[in-house]
């Protein structure tokens, strides 16, 4: 079955940094559009950090300049590395794919940041 399988996240300190990964598993096409969302308590979903292939990334606002979106160029296999992290970072983060005309999500990691 074709799934977003992701790893990383955690506990850390405010100021920290943490590096999430994601690889669509099944899937040997290449996949444009892949990128990160996350969900804080009480709120929406939104966006991070989404990238198309051969263009750009588009972060949020609250992100630039602290996160930063990569991927291999091969594969589908895309990360976030989250630097001077916040409270306020502290969500849900989930992967999220656009293939096939089919949006895909992964199933989620925690990220907390507190002292």
């Known amino acids: 079955q074709v799934r977003l399988v992701e790893s990383g996240g955690g506990l850390v300190q405010p100021g920290g940094s943490l590096r999430l990964s994601c690889v669509a598993s099944?899937?040997?096409?290449?996949?444009?559009?892949m990128g990160w969302y996350r969900q804080a308590p009480g709120k929406q979903r939104e966006s991070v950090a989404v990238?198309?292939?051969?263009?750009?990334?588009n972060y949020a606002e609250s992100v630039k300049g602290r996160f930063t979106f990569s991927r291999e160029n091969a594969g589908n296999t895309v990360y976030l590395q989250m630097n001077s992290l916040k409270p306020e970072d502290t969500a849900v983060y989930y992967c999220?794919?656009?293939?096939?005309?089919?949006?895909?999500w992964g199933e989620g990691k925690l990220v907390t940041v507190s002292s």
């Open positions: 099944l899937i040997n096409s290449r996949i444009n559009v």
């Open positions: 990238n198309t292939r051969g263009g750009t990334t």
């Open positions: 999220y794919a656009r293939w096939v005309g089919m949006d895909l």
